[in-house]
């Protein structure tokens, strides 16, 4: 019985590094998933100002009539002024890297932007390029 008392006694105070150590760990990966929940919805923020940049650009055609036909035609021009109006009013921080149409009917519009992180950690890089692509075809053929 004296021995487990020793025991005891010798014992005591050494499971506080271990619970700090844990802790330590928990807040790393508490930290690691903020900062990667937030690398997520600023992706998806930046592919909802693409699709919506392509989908203004898709509005910007032109009717043209052919042969008593009405026709929508796409222009380049008229893409990247529909989507450089878009990103103006934009609230995120987002570039546009081109906005064409390869075919005189869809839109095709490339955005970038640069994730920075909310929470400084050692285990998360400190930006992220971000690129997002959208496509959008006019209602009239």
Do not use: N
């Not at 487990?4 to 271990?18: A, D, K, N, Q, Y």
């Not at 650009?57 to 893409?79: H, I, K, M, Q, Y």
């Amino acid at each position: 019985m004296r021995t487990v008392r020793r025991c005891i006694r010798e014992e005591e105070g050494t499971i506080l590094p271990l619970v700090l150590g844990y802790a330590l760990l928990a807040l790393a990966a508490v930290f690691v998933c903020v900062c990667a929940t937030d690398l997520y919805l600023a992706q998806k923020r930046l592919d909802g100002l693409a699709d919506a940049a392509a989908l203004a650009g898709a509005d910007g055609f032109t009717l043209v009539v052919e042969d008593g036909e009405p026709r929508a035609e796409l222009t380049s021009a008229g893409v990247r002024e529909q989507a450089s109006a878009l990103f103006a009013t934009a609230s995120i921080d987002a570039a546009l890297v081109y906005a064409t149409t390869p075919d005189g009917v869809s839109a095709r519009v490339v955005a970038a932007a640069v994730w920075h992180p909310p929470v400084v950690s050692l285990f998360v890089p400190e930006g992220v390029p971000l690129q997002a692509t959208a496509t959008s075809r006019t209602a009239l053929r």
